[in-house]
């Protein structure tokens, strides 16, 4: 996503224990989103980590041309892992 400005610093996430009868838990961390005209905050979270899986965290690029590109964090299904 093209947007016309970098986020603001991330925020402080408080990590508590992961819910009960959480499979293979793991924490990600909060990060800032860009939706329509402004950057919202989406706290961190506990999440199932799938097998062959990686996170991929939020990135903001600039590219050639001058403009900013905003890929949001995500988890992604890596080959070659066990």
Excluded: C, H
Excluded at 5 to 19: E, K, M, N, Q, T
């Amino acid at each position: 996503v093209v947007v016309p400005f970098p986020p603001p610093a991330a925020r402080v996430d408080i990590i508590g224990d992961p819910p009960v009868g959480m499979s293979n838990p793991v924490w990600v961390d909060g990060q800032w989103v860009f939706r329509g005209r402004r950057w919202t905050w989406e706290p961190g979270e506990w999440q199932t980590l799938k097998p062959k899986s990686a996170y991929a965290y939020p990135r903001v690029v600039r590219r050639s041309d001058g403009q900013l590109v905003w890929f949001e964090g995500t988890f992604r299904v890596v080959r070659g892992l066990p």
